[in-house]
């Protein structure tokens, strides 16, 4: 049968520093708490050395170009939610190079193997964006950065504020309750200098790819 393979083999890479492991748990005591940590999971001993062999690349080199041209900021906190690797929806927060920051904010039970966090069946893309959001605001201050930049504009414009439709409060209750939280922890933010910003999907780095711009 076919279908996505399972990871079994774990990479890491920090400041000249790299293994092959065989379990999350494994690999997570190697990288919490460490700046700039790439670590990423493979279904063969084989992929996972490969991939530190070619540097442990995080993201592409032509995107961090259009970036640089595009003067995205470099003391930023980016977030993005998606679908695409077909497990349900994920959450991303990363600094501008697309190195993971979730794990800042939320527990380790609950980090992917590539540093997102895997919501619960059912939730939304954009619930997944507001969530992105508000962990992105969380490991900003944390972080002692003072913007936050995404690609939604419902969510930046709208929800973050807690401004939510009747339609959309309806359709899922949680979104309101979220919606308010985020706004508390968006206020607080602001009140201390803190921004929130918006980029085209295409030139974020936290993007989990489908984005058209």
């Not at 501008?96 to 039970?109: E, F, T």
Request: aromatic share 8%; proline share 4%.
């Amino acid at each position: 049968m076919g279908g996505k393979r399972a990871n079994r083999f774990y990479a890491w890479a920090i400041a000249g520093e790299e293994g092959v492991v065989e379990s999350w748990a494994e690999c997570e005591a190697q990288v919490r708490g460490r700046p700039n940590a790439r670590y990423k999971g493979f279904a063969t001993r084989d992929e996972a050395q490969g991939w530190l062999a070619a540097g442990a690349p995080w993201g592409d080199e032509g995107k961090r170009h259009q970036r640089k041209v595009a003067g995205i900021p470099d003391a930023a906190v980016y977030f993005d939610s998606g679908t695409g690797r077909g497990a349900g929806t994920e959450v991303n927060v990363t600094d501008r190079d697309g190195v993971p920051l979730a794990h800042l904010v939320v527990s380790p039970a609950r980090l992917t193997p590539q540093g997102t966090v895997l919501l619960t069946a059912g939730r939304t893309n954009n619930y997944g964006e507001l969530l992105a959001c508000l962990l992105g605001i969380r490991a900003a201050r944390k972080l002692g950065l003072k913007t936050v930049c995404g690609d939604s504009r419902l969510v930046l414009d709208y929800w973050s504020k807690g401004h939510v439709s009747t339609t959309a409060k309806a359709a899922d209750p949680d979104v309101a309750r979220l919606a308010a939280l985020a706004a508390t922890e968006r206020a607080e933010f602001e009140s201390d200098g803190g921004v929130l910003r918006h980029v085209k999907g295409g030139l974020n780095p936290a993007d989990l790819g489908f984005h058209r711009d």
